[in-house]
């Protein structure tokens, strides 16, 4: 179904070629993940598909890429739309109508599709997605999740031959991406759709691959099975990380399989305590503060009665959140469940309808933009949305200015974030995750006392996401608190202290972390699951019980 023979693609002024010499086949009815680094050229491969690369990307493509017969060289993605659909990694760039039930029809009213089809199809992908609740909704009212989950059922509604999608579940709680995920399997094994899709969070999916293609971030592509491939890959998820320490043999690919092999390494860990996730520190023991350390309060910040309404609809309902130095705590719940709506109304830009939130006795909304960032920060869920200048170096430059910051620092925290991003790319030019990266040395540039993340790792592979904590926790320990949106239950188990859960505008369950993920049956990381009853959250915690050195 999809064929690439020697296929080379380099971008237009780019120093190096992102895919070289790349020769793989795809059959029909297969699900095929696309796994690589960040930046590793994921984007790159699927645009190749439809034929966004070179038609709309620009670019120099040698060799030959075909999908049903047609070559995409010749054939550009209007001739391509019958056979091929496709979800980006941003949604809602992608829409071009206002309301869901609208945007579902879109894609069949350019194919032609007689009417009463098209009524049954959009029916049939409202039933498949659990799409019901939101039919009527604008698309501008919607969560990321939301929007994600109809952007998907858009492409269904032209029965593709092929569907491709960039990280189809990076802004979906992790109930969603699994009903995501099994309407998507359904297509493969009753339809004989092909499914490529690139995603970061492989212990989503991985289980659910026919075939693997892994990008080595020097324009190589190795393709073969999920099992033979991910005993080598880079990047690789928990269950498989765990798996090579434990030396299993075939690598389990799914829970079902890992744990029937885990009753050894259960029995090793019974007897061995993992050790206590990091508490916050006290007030008079944080390093790095501006103040002498015995005079910075222990609470960042205050939110009392705190509530948000859009109309007749509640989304945060008479909260209260206190948030404290030296500790990194993660906001988890539903797609819709508040979390965004209560991130911007802590920040100051975003709408209350009543409540008080104070930093460091401050409303931040009161505060002028330039000061309020020294105090307060947020990174939404579309970071592209705070850089409006040409380079990487440009915004460098500018965040230092606005931050008050010594020349460089911003840079600094990239080149940590983000090894080797090139200053002089304009930040259109780079991947979801670079941009992130970019964002987030923007804002901790003036090393505000109260950061606020939405999720804040859509497009990071696991390096990158390990580059983040250590960033993060760095900066809590100069007296800082964070507080991070995230669906990303792996990156929270390795990440915060503490967990707090929304349900509905409520807060239902606020905790440590090891203790609150591990009573869970959605949130529970997949080394929690594999070692139950024994409670462990991370590879790493495993690994120091055994007492083995990475």
């Known amino acids: ?113 007689p009417a009463p089809v098209m009524r049954q199809r959009v029916e049939e992908v409202i039933d498949l997605l659990a799409l019901a609740r939101i039919r009527h909704r604008p698309l501008s009212t919607l969560s990321a999740g939301e929007q994600q989950r109809v952007a998907i059922g858009a492409a269904l509604t032209a029965q593709p031959r092929v569907l491709v999608l960039d990280e189809p579940t990076s802004a979906l709680d992790p109930s969603a991406a699994e009903e995501v995920l099994a309407a998507l399997l359904r297509l493969v094994h009753d339809l004989g759709v092909t499914v490529v899709l690139a995603e970061h ?57 890992a744990r029937r092999v885990a009753g050894r390494l259960r029995d090793r860990l019974a007897e061995r305590v993992p050790v206590r996730p990091r508490e916050a520190p006290p007030a008079d023991a944080v390093p790095g503060a501006a103040l002498p350390a015995a005079a910075l309060p222990a609470t960042a910040l205050r939110a009392v009665d705190l509530i948000v309404r859009y109309g007749h609809v509640t989304a945060v309902n008479g909260i209260d959140l206190t948030l404290r130095r030296g500790e990194i705590t993660a906001l988890m719940g539903r797609n819709g469940s508040g979390k965004s709506s209560l991130l911007w109304a802590l920040q100051g830009s975003g709408p209350r309808s ?42 460098c430059r500018e965040s230092d200015r606005v931050a008050l910051a010594p020349p460089g620092a911003t840079s600094a925290i990239l080149e940590r974030l983000s090894p080797g991003l090139p200053s002089t790319a304009h930040p259109r030019d780079l991947s979801e995750g670079q941009r992130l990266a970019l964002v987030l040395a923007v804002q901790l540039a003036g090393a505000p006392a109260v950061v606020l993340l939405d999720e804040p790792t859509r497009g990071l592979d696991y390096g990158a996401k390990m580059r983040l904590r250590s960033v993060l926790t760095e900066h809590i320990l100069g007296g800082a608190s964070v507080l991070l949106s995230s669906h990303d239950v792996e990156f929270v188990a390795r990440t915060a202290n503490r967990v707090v859960v929304l349900s509905e505008g409520d807060i239902i369950t606020d905790g440590p972390a090891r203790d609150v993920l591990t009573a869970s049956a959605t949130f529970a990381p997949q080394v929690s699951r594999i070692l139950r009853p024994v409670h462990f959250l991370t590879v790493d915690a495993v690994r120091d019980a055994l007492g083995v050195t990475p």
Request: proline content about 8%; overall charge negative; charged content about 20%.
């Open 354 to 395: 009543g409540g008080t939130v104070r930093v460091g006795g401050i409303d931040p909304a009161a505060l002028p933009p330039g000061e309020a960032i020294r105090h307060i920060v947020l990174v939404p869920q579309r970071p592209s949305d705070l850089l409006y200048l040409e380079t990487v170096a440009a915004e």
């Open 1 to 113: 179904m999809i064929s690439f023979d020697q296929v080379t693609f380099q971008y237009q002024d780019a120093a190096e070629a992102v895919l070289q010499d790349v020769s793989l086949a795809i059959p029909e009815g297969e699900l095929c993940l696309v796994v690589g680094e960040t930046g590793s050229g994921k984007s790159t491969l699927l645009h190749l598909v439809n034929g966004l690369a070179p038609h709309f990307t620009g670019g120099n493509l040698t060799g030959t890429v075909t999908v049903g017969g047609l070559d995409t060289r010749t054939h550009p993605p209007r001739d391509l739309a019958e056979i091929v659909g496709f979800v980006g990694q941003d949604p809602i760039s992608g829409f071009v109508t206002d309301r869901v039930e609208d945007e579902l029809a879109y894609s069949m009213e350019q194919l032609g599709i």
């Open 201 to 257: 969070r492989l212990e989503r999916v991985i289980q659910y691959a026919d075939s693997l293609v892994v990008l080595g971030g020097d324009g190589s592509a190795r393709y073969g099975s999920p099992a033979e491939l991910m005993a080598t890959s880079p990047v690789a998820p928990p269950i498989i990380e765990l798996g090579r320490l434990a030396g299993w043999e075939p690598l389990p690919l799914s829970l079902r399989d």
